[in-house]
């Protein structure tokens, strides 16, 4: 009787342990409610550098940090079979996803392209935005091009390069905020609400009207036409106050700032979106955006790309090789190791700073999925331009890159990837 006890009690213990083990698949990437808030592995993780990590994680109720960090192994037949781990991810918890937003605006762009399957219609078309309502301004022409002409491809270019605001809003008039949304929600990705311009300041009705677009061929003549349109999305009623204070007209206001109508894009469907990218194989057909090989192809190019290596658009000195690579380099400085690639979108505003990344070592066999956010404003002030960036959110960003990086490097696997869709050559 007293065998059989123990050996239920065990059995019930291995269940348990069982269960607190990290989900591992070869198919599918976590949806929100799948996984555990905070996985122990990383607080391991993060444990092993108390000089880095102890005092922000100490106060995590001022900094907010969260982090997603996906391990890659491969079967045979170089098939990737993911392990996720989280720590302190809240879908309830809200971050202001900035310039993380047009990643999706990107690969949706090209999805789009595909589904209208109009014969000399794709990123590379002339693409000539019109002024079709109050406030909302045109394109003609783009200096920053070989042609002069505006396209598809390019403000894609000047997206990944160096997170070009006013690239987005072009895609975003292309798109609209009716399709963007719906079918990022279609997809999988429920926390979509993608519904303002960047670095602009319009009315909710201004954002929820896209300029007219016209698509010319090399002789001038009209490819495709799409008018202007006016989105009836439905937005998330509940209010969402944060902070204590924000600036207006040059003075304090001493209440929450609003955020209820800003933009919203959790970490989790960011992180999902960049491996449904990387690595389409791994997820359901459902969750993959609608590329051909070559839009593929031109995505892991300029994701990766730096800001010198570009002739058209081109860049001077002052943004450096790391200017958009937050996580391993901190959004600065050379990047010195030409066998690490960084595939990634970053953002920062309103003090928060986020990278969504995945990191490659073409040399050592490493590559894995490393997605963070942290809150740079500790004196909950918005719009005060006194956010905490550079004296903590960029270093954290590094160390947490660099810490995850030297983990990989010294993790064992049965097999090492092939990596070689990820060789590109930048001198083209």
């Known amino acids: 009787m007293n065998r059989k006890i123990l050996l239920l009690a065990l059995f019930s213990l291995l269940l348990s342990c069982a269960w607190r083990k990290p989900v591992s698949a070869l198919v599918g990437v976590p949806g ?63 971050f202001y996803p900035a310039s993380t937003v047009k990643m999706p605006a990107a690969l949706l762009s090209l999805q789009k392209l595909n589904e209208l399957g109009i014969e000399g219609l794709d990123k590379h078309t002339t693409m000539i935005t019109g002024a079709g309502y109050p406030g909302l301004t ?28 006013d690239a987005f809003n072009r895609l975003y008039e292309f798109l609209g905020q009716e399709y963007f949304n719906q079918t990022l929600r279609k997809m999988g990705y429920a926390s979509a609400n993608v519904v303002h311009r ?26 495709y036409s799409q008018p202007l349109t006016k989105s009836n999305l439905v937005y998330p009623q509940e209010k969402l106050l944060l902070g204590k204070g924000y ?76 200017y958009v690579k937050f996580l ?15 595939f990634n979108k970053p953002g920062d505003a309103y003090g928060f700073l986020t990278d969504v990344a995945y990191i490659v070592d073409l040399e050592r066999g490493v590559e894995f999925f490393l997605s963070a956010t942290i809150s740079c404003n500790s004196d909950e002030i918005f719009n005060d331009n006194r956010y905490d960036y550079d004296s903590v959110g960029f270093p954290f960003m590094k160390n ?10 010294a993790r ?17």
Do not use: C
């Open 138 to 165: 045109p394109v003609y022409n783009d200096p920053t091009a070989e042609d002069g002409r505006p396209s598809i491809a390019h403000y894609i270019k000047k997206i990944f390069l160096v997170s070009d605001n």
């Open 32 to 94: 929100p409610d799948s996984l555990p808030v905070t996985d122990s592995f990383i607080q391991q993780l993060l444990g092993q550098r108390p000089d880095l990590f102890d005092s922000l994680l100490q106060n995590n109720g001022q900094w907010n940090i969260s982090i997603i960090y996906t391990q890659v192994d491969r079967k045979g037949g170089n098939e990737p079979v993911l392990t996720h781990y989280r720590y302190n991810i809240d879908p309830a918890r809200y």
């Open 400 to 409: 947490l890159g660099r810490l995850i990086y030297d983990h990989e490097l």
């Open 328 to 342: 391993l380099y901190g959004g600065n400085g050379p990047m010195p190791d030409p066998a690490i690639r960084i």
């Open 247 to 322: 600036y207006k007209a040059g003075q304090v206001v001493n209440a929450p700032f609003d955020f209820t109508t800003k933009n919203r894009l959790s970490l989790q469907d960011l992180h999902n979106m960049l491996i449904s990218v990387m690595l389409p194989e791994a997820v359901p057909a459902a969750q993959r955006f609608r590329l051909k090989e070559e839009d593929y192809r031109f995505l892991y190019d300029y994701m990766s790309r730096k800001p010198a290596e570009s002739r058209f658009p081109q860049y001077d000195s002052s943004y450096s090789d790391a």
């Open 412 to 428: 064992k696997k049965k097999r090492q990837p092939d990596l070689s869709k990820f060789r590109i050559n930048y001198n083209r």
């Open 198 to 223: 960047l670095e602009v300041s319009l009315t909710e009705e201004q954002n929820r009207h896209t300029n007219p677009v016209s698509f010319y061929d090399r002789n001038a003549k009209l490819v």
